[in-house]
C-alpha cells in the first residue's frame, strides 16, 4: 500500500468515524464510495470559496480607495431617505458609492445568534467592497454595525463617519424599560464606540448638545431638508394624481364618477370645486410608537362639530392615511367601526412617484410621530414643509426646532387639542386665511433644499 493510497483510507476511516452516529441510524457502517466523492467534492468548493473570498477581501482592500464611498445601513435601504440623498450627493461630488443595507433577520432567531449572524455578513460584505477612504454609517442599529465597522476602518486605514439619527438604547428600552441589563449595555457600547469615530452627523442641534454631553462626543447638526421631488403639484398634476386615485379609492370620486377636488372645464382649464372637500394627509409605518387612535378621536370630535353647529362654515374631510406595517388592518378595522357622517379615511398604498404629488395637493397635514430619546425630527413632516403643505403635529422634545407653533403649522398635546386646530384651521374652507399665512411662510422653507444645505454642513467631514 503507497502512501497516497494509506493516506485516502486513513481519512475514510475517520470520516466515518466522524459520521457513525448518522451511519447507525441508517442501518450502514460504511461510507459508501459515491456519498464520499460527493463530500469531497462539497469540501473541495468550500475551501474554493473560503479562499476567494480570502483574496478578494485582501484585494479589494489593497485599492487606494479614493473618491470612493461605503455607505452603510443595517436594515431596509428604501425606509432610509436621507441616506439615499447622501448618495446622491457624493455622486454628485463625483464619488463612486457603494451602498450596503440589510433585511431582517426572522423573529425566531435569538437576538444573540442574529448579532453574530449580521455582524460575519457585515464584515465579509464591507470587506468584499472595494476600499473607501471613508464609510459613513446609520445610526441606529448601533449593535453591531458601530463595533463591526469600526474595527474594519481601523485594518483598512479608512475613516468612520457616523450619522446620529436616533440612540439604538432608546429604542430598545421601548420594549425592555430602561433598566433592563441590555439597555443599559447598549448605552454604555453606544456611547464608547461612537467616541471611536472619525467624525459625526445628527439631525438636531439637542441631539448635538446631548452627544457632547452624555459622551463627549463632537458632532455636525445637519438638517433634514426635502429633495426637489417634493413640490406643491399645479392644478395639471392634481388633475392626474386624483383622476388615478378616483379609479382606486372610492372615497376620492363623486355619485357621477368623477374626481370631489377638481374637474376639467370645456375650454381644457382645470379648476378646483368650490364645494370640494378638505384634503387631510398622514402617513405612518403603523407602529406601536404612533398612536393612530389619538388622530381617530379628533376626526370623530371634528365630524360631531359638524354636525351640531351649523354656524361654523367648516367642509367635509377626506383623511388619507399612507404607509404600511404591523398595525395597519387593526387601525383599519377600528376605522370601520366610526360611524362618521362628514368625515371619509381611506388608507392607500401609494406608488412612490405619487406620496410626493398627494402631500403637493392637500390641505393639511397630521404628524403623529414621538421620538424615543426626544431628540430627532420627524422626516415626514420635513417631506410636507417641501411640498408648502402646513402641518399639525404632537409635541415632544425638540419638534420647535422644525414646527414653528403659529408660524408654520401647529403644535399639539391629545386629541381635543387636535380637533380644535382642525376646526380653526378648516373654518370657512377653501379661503382659511391662516393655513395661507403658514403656506407663505413655508416657502422660504422650500428655498433651502438638501443638496445646499449638505455641501455646506457634511461635505467638509470628507474632503
Not at 74 to 94: C, T, V
Not at 321 to 329: A, F, M, Q, S, V
Request: glycine fraction near 6%; include cysteine.
Amino acid at each position: 500500500m503507497d502512501m497516497l493510497e494509506w493516506t485516502y483510507m486513513s481519512f475514510v476511516h475517520k470520516l466515518e468515524k466522524l459520521l457513525s452516529p448518522f451511519l447507525s441510524i441508517s442501518g450502514s457502517t460504511s461510507l459508501p464510495s459515491d456519498t464520499f466523492i460527493v463530500l469531497m467534492i462539497l469540501f473541495g468548493i468550500a475551501v474554493g470559496v473560503a479562499t476567494l473570498t480570502l483574496l478578494m477581501c485582501v484585494w479589494n482592500s489593497m485599492d487606494p480607495g479614493q473618491n470612493r464611498i461605503c455607505i452603510v445601513v443595517m436594515g431596509d435601504i428604501g425606509r432610509s431617505p436621507r441616506m439615499q440623498y447622501h448618495a446622491l450627493s457624493f455622486a454628485k461630488e463625483k464619488f463612486h458609492v457603494d451602498f450596503i443595507g440589510f433585511g431582517d433577520l426572522p423573529n425566531l432567531l435569538n437576538y444573540m445568534f442574529k448579532v453574530l449572524w449580521q455582524s460575519v455578513v457585515l464584515c465579509l460584505t464591507v470587506l468584499m467592497t472595494k476600499k473607501s477612504s471613508h464609510i459613513l454609517l446609520q445610526n441606529p442599529p448601533a449593535i453591531p454595525t458601530l463595533a463591526v465597522l469600526w474595527v474594519v476602518c481601523l485594518y483598512r486605514d479608512s475613516r468612520l463617519i457616523v450619522d446620529w439619527h436616533n440612540y439604538g438604547y432608546t429604542i430598545l428600552g421601548l420594549t425592555l424599560g430602561s433598566r433592563h441589563p441590555l439597555v443599559r449595555f447598549s448605552k454604555w457600547y453606544e456611547g464608547f464606540f461612537g467616541r471611536l469615530a472619525d467624525g459625526n452627523i445628527c439631525v438636531t442641534q439637542a441631539m448635538r448638545e446631548d452627544l457632547a454631553e452624555k459622551w463627549n462626543i463632537r458632532a455636525v447638526t445637519m438638517y433634514d431638508r426635502p429633495p426637489l421631488i417634493f413640490q406643491e403639484c399645479d392644478q395639471e398634476k392634481k388633475h392626474e394624481l386624483f383622476s388615478k386615485l378616483k379609479n382606486e379609492y372610492s372615497v376620492f370620486k363623486d355619485s357621477n364618477g368623477q374626481s370631489v377636488f377638481v374637474e376639467k372645464m370645456e375650454t381644457g382649464e382645470i379648476l378646483e370645486k368650490d364645494d370640494r372637500p378638505a384634503l387631510l394627509v398622514s402617513s405612518t409605518s403603523w407602529t406601536e410608537d404612533e398612536d393612530f387612535s389619538l388622530l381617530l378621536s379628533a376626526l370623530e370630535k371634528y365630524d360631531q362639530a359638524v354636525q351640531s353647529n351649523r354656524n361654523l362654515t367648516l367642509p367635509h374631510i377626506i383623511c388619507a392615511i399612507t404607509g404600511k406595517g404591523p398595525l395597519k388592518e387593526y387601525y383599519q378595522g377600528k376605522i370601520e367601526e366610526k360611524n362618521l357622517k362628514h368625515v371619509k379615511i381611506c388608507t392607500p398604498w401609494l406608488a412612490a412617484e405619487d406620496y410626493p404629488k398627494l402631500l403637493g395637493s392637500a390641505d393639511l397635514g397630521v404628524c403623529l410621530h414621538t421620538s424615543s430619546s426626544g431628540l430627532d425630527l420627524p422626516m415626514k413632516v420635513v417631506d410636507m414643509f417641501g411640498c408648502c403643505l402646513p402641518v399639525c403635529a404632537i409635541h415632544f422634545k425638540c419638534l420647535h426646532e422644525l414646527v414653528k407653533h403659529e408660524e408654520n403649522g401647529l403644535i399639539f398635546h391629545n386629541e381635543k387639542e387636535l380637533a380644535e386646530q382642525l376646526q380653526e384651521l378648516l373654518a370657512d374652507f377653501p379661503k382659511t386665511t391662516k393655513l395661507k399665512r403658514f403656506n407663505k411662510c413655508l416657502r422660504d422653507f422650500q428655498k433651502l433644499r438638501w443638496n445646499e444645505t449638505w455641501k455646506e454642513q457634511v461635505w467638509p467631514l470628507f474632503r
